[in-house]
């Protein structure tokens, strides 16, 4: 499928990339310039595409996180499609074990299953492993902002996709006390993006 100016390959085993969520990715670049440090970080990558185009757009090194092997594989097809092999490394495994605390990046994007699993059945076409968010959605974007807060430089940005701007408000006041404050939540077609901003 074309993701603006990308082609992506995916199959079955992935989520099928949304369309609206090219948002996320130009929002990325609008922040990769002035970031603190130049690496992105995209948690719960699927096929890569978020990530993949917003650095195609702001040139900078990427490393990819899923759990899934398929995405994995999805991403590393994607990023020597777009020739951004040389500038992107995939890592598969559970992210608070493939990221390690302290490691710094200037975004993190990350793009959880939100889908309370209660909810879950709406959406048969979809792979569970990509939408199940836990009881209330948020257990997977919990596992991220954790992630996130120890690995977003001073100055940093987070961007992450949740279904509904209550979720990103949810997220906020469970992070309050960490160094990341949520400070702008924008609204797509199926979901929202929220930035979370990580201050000394």
Known sequence: MAFSHL????????LEPRP?????????AELIPGSPVGRVLELCAGAGHIGL???????????????????????????ALAGLDADVEVRCGDLADVVPPGEEF????????????ADTGRFPED??????????????????????????????HVLIQLG?????RQLATEAAGTALDLVEIREGERGVVARFDRVS
């Open 20 to 28: 609206w969520t090219a948002m996320q990715s130009r929002w990325a």
């Open 127 to 156: 792979p569970l492993l990509a939408i199940d968010g836990g009881d209330d959605g948020l257990t997977v974007a919990r596992q991220c902002l954790r992630v996130a807060s120890g690995s977003t430089a001073d100055g940093g």
């Open 53 to 79: 185009l917003a650095v195609s757009l702001a040139s900078r090194p990427l490393v990819c996180v899923d759990l899934n092997p398929a995405a994995c594989e999805l991403t590393r097809h994607n990023a």
């Open 106 to 117: 200037g975004v993190v994007i990350a793009d959880p299953p939100w889908v309370p699993a």
């Open 7 to 14: 082609t992506i390959e995916y199959d079955a085993r992935v």
């Open 164 to 168: 509904t701007p209550e979720q990103a």
